[in-house]
């Protein structure tokens, strides 16, 4: 497998890390110019969305839509639809010194960082991002282009919904569910349902709106 990274930011910095030290070929980034970041990193440019999806190659690279930021789900989604309909395939990467269970279910576009773990029954999906040391207990649902942050703790049988992000270190007990495009903030602790696009932080957690 060959990747291509979508993106030349922070957050595909990080990617590209994992996935060299999986072992993963990297193909280049795409993105609108070459970053100074990924030109240090020896990453090869592919040029822009267009310039990627006309290449002879496109058939045989798997991507990756390395755009992380708390604001960026929608921008996820926006370029995974524009690759799909160019019927591109996906990768999933996964830091060697994160955990997966066999039993666990992860989806195309995912990534799960350094130090995550992800448990027994617990099923990602697809272009989610675990990010570094946070851990998805058994039987976590974690919704499409949703965000789980550095040092997050999830507790077993709650959900995660589509778009919805979860900030730095912030702990969600068991069999809750977090609403599509809910943002629970940094540290908090979440003990009850969010309901979708709440924001909620504290401890315990209260909506901010």
């Not at 690759?83 to 992860?106: D, E, K, N, Q």
Request: proline content about 2%; aromatic content about 2%; charged content about 15%.
């Amino acid at each position: 497998m060959k990747l291509v990274l979508i993106g030349g930011g922070e957050h595909a910095r990080v990617v590209l890390d994992a996935a060299r030290a999986a072992g993963v070929a990297i193909a280049g980034c795409v993105d609108v110019k070459l970053t100074q970041a990924m030109s240090a990193l020896d990453v090869l440019w592919l040029g822009d969305d267009d310039a990627a999806l006309r290449s002879a190659e496109v058939n045989t690279w798997h991507f990756i839509a390395a755009v992380g930021s708390s604001a960026a789900a929608g921008a996820r989604e926006q370029l995974a639809l524009r690759y799909a309909a160019h019927g591109v395939s996906w990768a999933t990467v996964v830091h060697p010194r994160a955990i997966v269970s066999a039993a666990a279910v992860l989806e195309g576009g995912v990534v799960v960082l350094a130090g995550a773990i992800v448990n027994s029954g617990a099923c990602v999906r697809a272009h989610a991002i675990v990010n570094s040391g946070a851990i998805i207990e058994h039987d976590v649902d974690v919704g499409e282009f949703a965000h789980v942050a550095p040092g997050v703790t999830i507790g077993g049988g709650s959900s995660i919904g589509r778009h919805a992000h979860i900030g730095l270190g912030a702990t969600i007990r068991d069999h809750v569910r977090i609403g599509d495009g809910a943002v629970v903030g940094m540290g908090a602790v979440v003990i009850a349902s969010v309901a979708a696009g709440a924001i909620v932080a504290g401890v315990p957690a209260r909506p901010l709106r």
